[in-house]
């Protein structure tokens, strides 16, 4: 009986990602629920346990230093180089499952090699701000721009809007300290904050929200709509500058500059 040796008999156990793993910012349900399955069932042997280990083990060897190297996750179609990413974004941030407070590093059984490795990283996490990570895929709705390309990625992780000019407003009154109040402004009316921002140079709800929450912008809500359209036009690609100065200011901490 074959199916003797298998922890779980493959014809009882069907693959709820259907072989295929996709590195993504989706949260939803049905995403975890697949997540789940895939730290499960996710056997950290092999290259796989290796490919972590170097990764790990790299990045603590420079944590102190001025620049973190790059790592290139390289393989033939198929081999499974998504579900390294995908698998080491969980474990990187340990994340959690709302149902029942289950957390990436307990689903999976890892090689103690791997286990040290991220009980090291979290130590030097509790000595910063934490852990963060952000994955996805660069032709993701950017036009030609890498850089906005990535920038969507690291936006969409934060929470905010995956567009340049839509996730910058959104920085700006996070800066301002207003974001929270100027979104509840807007569902207190029922509308959607994600519909209303999509709207921003021509929604009349989000141009009085700021207009109340910030008089100083400008005297109406007419007023507000110029003030936004000059202060975050539409870009179809950014500088260098401009992507490290998005990055930096979208992972500081609310409330500090």
Not at 16 to 39: F, I, W
Not at 93 to 104: I, Q
Not at 122 to 133: L, Q, V, W
Request: glycine share 8%; hydrophobic share 40%; aromatic share 8%.
């Amino acid at each position: 009986n074959n199916e003797a040796i298998y922890a779980k008999p493959p014809r009882l156990n069907r693959p709820l990602n259907n072989g295929v793993a996709h590195v993504s910012e989706d949260h939803s349900a049905a995403a975890l629920q697949t997540l789940r399955y895939e730290l499960e069932t996710f056997v950290c042997d092999g290259e796989y346990a290796t490919g972590l280990e170097k990764i790990l083990r790299s990045y603590l060897d420079n944590i102190n230093r001025p620049a973190q190297p790059g790592i290139w996750v390289s393989g033939f179609y198929g081999s499974g180089k998504s579900h390294l990413v995908k698998m080491l974004r969980a474990l990187w941030v340990d994340s959690r499952f709302p149902e029942d407070g289950a957390t990436a590093r307990g689903l999976v059984k890892l090689p103690n090699r791997v286990s040290d490795l991220l009980h090291e990283f979290s130590t030097a996490a509790k000595r910063a701000s934490g852990t963060h990570a952000a994955s996805g895929t660069l032709g993701a709705g950017a036009g030609e721009s890498v850089r906005l390309a990535l920038l969507s990625i690291a936006f969409s992780s934060l929470g905010l809007s995956a567009q340049y000019h839509l996730a910058r407003f959104e920085l700006w009154l996070r800066q301002r300290g207003v974001l929270d109040a100027v979104r509840e402004a807007i569902t207190a009316q029922g509308a959607s904050w994600d519909k209303e921002l999509g709207l921003l140079f021509v929604s009349s709800r989000l141009h009085k929200a700021v207009c109340d929450a910030l008089p100083d912008v400008a005297p109406n809500p007419a007023e507000v709509a110029k003030a936004l359209r000059a202060q975050f036009p539409q870009k179809t690609d950014i500088s260098n500058d401009e992507l490290v100065d998005a990055i930096s200011e979208a992972l500081k901490p609310p409330g500090t500059s």
